[in-house]
């Protein structure tokens, strides 16, 4: 199967899905529209929405951290887990964005991806091909290849099954042996200190809960304001995904706690002993106070723009060649973000497809042109 061929079963699948989630639950777009709202007013105070989420964390007996970029966000986190650690990742773009797992393998940890297509992408040392289906362009044959260096069972005629159990034994070792998990987060709750994640797999689950560490590593983007603002996010996001009920819903408050003795809520409890938040700028900051370009962090990453993108749907993952978790048009506005490089946005043909679809109603083509036009300025 070729990329077009991929490209064009994804789309249909998730067109059809997508359609679905909204006729069997039609207050989706309701609260995709509220949703919008929560987050602008976030981004008008963002600095007083970050210390009231890092206040809150602490109050729980978590830790929280304001990283400035990537360099001390990996510095921060590398002090954390230290060396000779195992640590399990699931799926998380902030944690690609600065390089993470490469990061701590470097610094001698024994780190691995947890979600499947993460972990393919990790055996085929790529970057994801989409932000919900990280490995959309490996074939059944591709996926096999990989996964028969772990294990020599699996050659290239394994059924699809076969292949996920394969994986799943390698990494149930990893997650028996793992000191720290680290987990992205879909939404930060400003009031409570809370982060929510949605998962199908269940190994953000396990991630999560099974080591004695968690890290969670995200951007200042997803703060919201409530607990229920943040569940909202995690709706909406898996129903535009076209996954919708997701499996799991994980919120995260703290490290493990009890309060069956006296009502006392003591900690640790079974769970993890230590709850990290690590909040990353890297961009988010100034973009939010510039006009022209803050819609883009309205994002929640669900994918729906790549595939109504035809420059995506020709070029795929090769678009923002910078190993970067960001593609399709949401992709072009993150990589200036995050990666101050306007180029990607010279490849826009400006069809207009992805605001149609986006469930936050982001001028995508709008924030577009603007990086066009900034990157051909500097070439003036
Ligand atoms: S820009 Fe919109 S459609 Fe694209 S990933 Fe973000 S929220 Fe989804």
Not at 359 to 379: A, F, H, Q
Request: glycine share 6%.
């Amino acid at each position: 199967m070729n990329w077009t061929d991929v490209a064009d079963l994804v789309i249909k699948g998730n067109n059809r899905e997508v359609e679905h989630v909204l006729k069997n639950y039609p207050y989706i777009p309701a609260i995709a529209e509220d949703l919008r709202k929560k987050k602008l007013q976030v981004l008008e105070d963002l600095p007083r929405y970050i210390q009231e989420t890092m206040k809150n964390v602490e109050k729980l007996g978590g830790h929280a951290y304001l990283a400035r970029d990537a360099d001390e966000a990996r510095k921060i986190i590398g002090k954390i887990v230290s060396t000779k650690k195992t640590v399990v990742f699931s799926k998380s773009n902030v944690a690609y964005e600065i390089g993470l797992r490469e990061f701590l393998q470097e610094t001698g940890n024994d780190a691995w991806e947890t979600d499947l297509g993460e972990y393919l992408v990790q055996l085929q040392n790529g970057w994801p091909a989409h932000i919900v289906a990280p490995a959309i362009d490996l074939t059944r044959e591709d996926a096999a290849t990989l996964v028969s260096r772990i294990d020599k069972n699996i050659t290239k005629d394994s059924k699809i099954e076969d292949i996920v159990a394969a994986v799943r034994k390698f990494l149930m070792d990893k997650y028996i042996k793992a000191d720290v998990g680290i987990t992205g987060a879909n939404a930060v709750a400003a009031d409570s200190g809370s982060i929510a994640l949605v998962e199908n797999e269940g190994n953000i689950r396990i991630d999560s809960v099974l080591p004695q560490t968690h890290i969670s590593v995200t951007g200042i983007d997803k703060i919201v304001p409530t607990l229920p603002d943040a569940l909202n996010e995690i709706y909406v996001q898996s129903a535009y995904a076209g996954l919708f009920p997701p499996t799991y819903i994980n919120i995260t408050s703290g490290p493990s706690s009890t309060g069956d003795i006296e009502l006392k809520r003591v900690s640790p409890a079974t769970g993890p002993k230590d709850f990290h938040l690590v909040l990353i700028d890297n961009g988010r900051l100034n973009a939010s106070r510039d006009e022209k370009i803050k819609e883009a962090l309205l994002c929640i990453k669900c994918g729906r723009c790549y595939l109504a993108c035809p420059v995506y749907r020709a070029i795929g993952k090769e678009w923002i060649s910078t190993k970067s978790p960001y593609g399709g048009p949401t992709g072009v506005m993150w990589n200036y973000i995050t990666n101050n490089d306007p180029w990607p946005a010279s490849f826009c043909m400006h069809s207009g497809g992805c605001s149609e679809v986006c469930p936050m109603k982001i001028d995508i083509p709008t924030v577009i042109r603007e990086i066009k036009s900034r990157g051909n300025r500097t070439l003036s």
